[in-house]
Structures are given as structure tokens and as C-alpha cells.
């Protein structure tokens, strides 16, 4: 289901049968001559699309902190915006979710996210948006001083069980920790994910193009491995949304 293409009572309903909504979060980045500067952003909406119907997407975030480090701007397709020109839009977008009564919220991301347990820019900027929103709206809401009444004292229990605020938005990254499939830049499994998921975005004869070291694995990519590295995800974001296996 897209958000875009629903009606009112129709997102009332997800609402009330508790519908993860999620937004696929991605950047604009540089991947070698044989791969699409869009990488990032179509391995999650790629993937996402098939849970179409168990989930409500929201319209795809496509313009990140891509950062320079990969390439420079000119002629790469890599298009960077600052993590500090983002904030204030992921907060508001946010907040205007929670406004609208969507509690189950959730981003999923792939760029830079070998790094997410300490975080990098663009997945950093999402989850400090969300946790803002958030305290926001509770202060708005409930008044200040919420969390110390006498009402919240059952706070760490229910965090425990996953229901206090700050769940109402979450960001995940498209693989879990660990995940028995090669993680790289352009390489060996980021084009495997593109042959499974955009095999028409992959010029496999311009894989070795350039002499670029992180590409050097690229043609060893098959589409098989791809669709192992799909279920992997898969299987991995239907437990982090709450979806039955």
C-alpha cells in the first residue's frame, strides 16, 4: 500500500489495525560506471515493495548526506546535502506524522550502515529528527514534566515491552548485524542486490571500469546471491516492523 495513492478512511483503517507505515530512506551517491547513482534508496524501496501489502509506504526520501568520500560531485551522480539542512525537515515531517495520529512508524535505510550502531550522518540526522519530534509532541500534549508523574512509574516496564513513546518511530537499517551476505560499496553484493532487485540499472560490462578497488568483486556478483541477500533483508525487517513470518 502507498500512502500517496490512499484515501482517508483507508489510512484510518491502517491506523486502527496497526499497519507499519515506513518510510525508505536513501542518497544520491556514486557506485563505479555499472551501477545507478540510486543504490541505496532502490535496494530499500526494492525490497519494501515486496511487503507491499502488509505495510504502508510513505513517499521515498531520496536526497541524503551522501558525503564526497566515495567521489566528487561533477559528473558521479553523487549529490550531497549536509545533514544540518536535513534536521529541520525530517523533524517537521515527523511531526506532522505524529499529528496525524500515525504512531507505528518506521525508516529504513541502507547507505553507510555497516556503521549503524554508532551511526553516520544520514541515518543519525533521521533518528535525532524522530527522537525530537517526539519529545515535542509529548510536551505539547501532556505539558511539561510528563515523565515524572506519578503515572508514568510504570515507564521502564513498558519499555521494556516495547510500548512507551519512543517507539512511535523507529530506524532501522535494510540488514541485520552480522548478516551472511557481503556488505561493500559497488562490489560483489551491492550488485548482486541491483541484478535481483533493478536488472535494468546494471551494465555488468562496465563493472572493471575505471580501476576502482571497490568495484574489483563486482563481477563476481550473481542475481542468486542477490535474492539470498533479499530474503535475508526481508526476513530481517518483517521482525523489526512486527509482521508475521
Keep these: ?13 491502517a491506523q ?8 525508505p530512506i536513501g542518497v544520491m551517491e556514486y557506485h563505479g560506471e555499472h551501477l545507478p ?14 511487503l507491499e501489502d502488509e505495510v504502508v509506504l510513505l513517499p521515498s526520501f531520496a536526497y541524503g548526506a551522501a558525503s564526497h568520500a566515495v567521489a566528487g560531485p561533477e559528473g558521479t ?4 546535502v549536509d545533514a544540518s539542512a536535513l534536521l529541520p525537515m525530517v523533524e517537521g515531517l515527523f511531526a506532522a506524522l505524529l499529528a496525524g495520529g500515525f504512531r507505528n512508524i518506521h525508516g529504513v535505510i541502507h547507505h553507510q550502515t ?5 551511526g553516520m550522518p544520514t541515518d543519525l540526522t533521521f533518528r535525532l529528527g524522530a527522537r525530537n519530534a517526539i519529545f515535542r509532541y509529548l510536551e505539547v500534549e501532556r505539558g511539561a514534566g510528563w515523565w515524572g508523574r506519578r503515572e508514568m512509574a510504570d515507564y521502564y516496564e513498558r519499555h521494556a515491552a516495547a510500548e ?11 540488514f541485520p548485524k552480522g548478516a551472511d551476505f557481503p556488505f561493500d560499496h559497488a562490489g560483489k553484493g551491492e550488485t548482486a ?5 533493478a536488472p535494468e540499472t546494471v551494465a555488468m560490462d562496465r563493472a572493471n571500469a575505471g580501476g576502482l578497488w571497490y568495484t574489483e568483486t563486482a563481477p563476481q556478483a550473481t542475481r ?3 535474492e539470498s541477500g533479499t530474503e535475508i533483508a526481508l526476513k530481517h525487517l518483517r521482525s523489526c516492523l512486527g509482521l508475521v513470518a
Excluded at 551522480?77 to 550531497?80: F, I, N
Excluded at 555497516?114 to 554508532?118: G, H, K, R, T, V
Excluded at 542486490?193 to 532487485?197: E, G, I, K, S, T
Design 224 to 226: 542468486d546471491l542477490g
Design 164 to 174: 512507551d513513546p519512543f517507539n512511535w518511530i523507529r530506524i532501522h537499517p535494510l
Design 114 to 118: 555497516e556503521n549503524f550502531a554508532q
Design 1 to 13: 500500500m502507498r500512502f500517496e495513492r490512499m484515501r482517508p478512511e483507508e489510512l484510518r483503517d
Design 77 to 80: 551522480g553523487t549529490l550531497h
Design 16 to 23: 486502527r489495525q496497526g499497519v507499519p507505515f515506513v518510510l
Design 37 to 50: 547513482s540510486g543504490v541505496d534508496l532502490l535496494a530499500v524501496t526494492e525490497v519494501l515493495s515486496r
Design 193 to 197: 542486490l541491483m541484478q535481483a532487485l
